[in-house]
């Protein structure tokens, strides 16, 4: 590590290529990446996880939670989920929608972990399911590709119509 050149606002790591930016967001990077395995399961305790996917548990999602409820937890705060993952081929040994089980299971952790301190995000809504990728990942079996540029809209429609939900009365 000595011959290693650290960025200036960078923290070093064992791994010579690999730092953390010098901000409270990359401090708490570093501390889990240096964390030992007792420590990743104490953190990932802490947020429920391992557990059983909530898409269809009432009250997790949008769609499984009655009007009266949006309503009431849209009064409370204005946070809302929307995990993006992606449908695509990551090798024999892992199903297609690995990343969106991944990122729908970080966020129901967090609403778990925001729910038990009293402060629960307002909603959270299911995955989009099809990410941009790059063409070379065309014809690649289990990949569906969806444009980009289509991804990002799809996302700011989503995003302007959550904004709306407040303006509206039963």
């Not at 990932?44 to 996917?53: C, R």
């Not at 790059?134 to 590709?145: D, E, L, N, Q, S």
Request: hydrophobic share 35%; aromatic share 8%.
């Amino acid at each position: 590590m000595s011959n290693t050149q650290i960025p200036q606002g960078f923290l070093p790591t064992t791994q010579p290529d690999l730092f953390f930016e010098d901000n409270e967001v990359g401090r708490m990077k570093k501390e889990v990446w240096e964390a030992s395995d007792d420590e990743i399961d104490a953190i990932l305790a802490d947020y429920g996880i391992p557990s059983p996917v909530e898409w269809a548990r009432p009250g997790s999602y949008i769609q499984t939670t009655t009007r009266w409820q949006v309503e009431a937890n849209r009064k409370k705060n204005d946070i809302v989920f929307i995990p993006v993952g992606c449908t695509e081929l990551h090798g024999r040994h892992l199903p297609s929608a690995a990343d969106t089980l991944y990122v729908s299971a970080i966020c129901e952790g967090v609403r778990r972990y925001t729910a038990k301190r009293g402060a629960p995000v307002n909603l959270a809504l299911p995955p989009l399911m099809y990410g941009g990728h790059p063409y070379h990942h065309i014809g690649m079996p289990g990949t569906v590709i969806v444009r980009e540029h289509v991804v990002r809209e799809m996302i700011i429609d989503v995003m302007l119509d959550c904004g709306t939900m407040a303006s509206v009365s039963s």
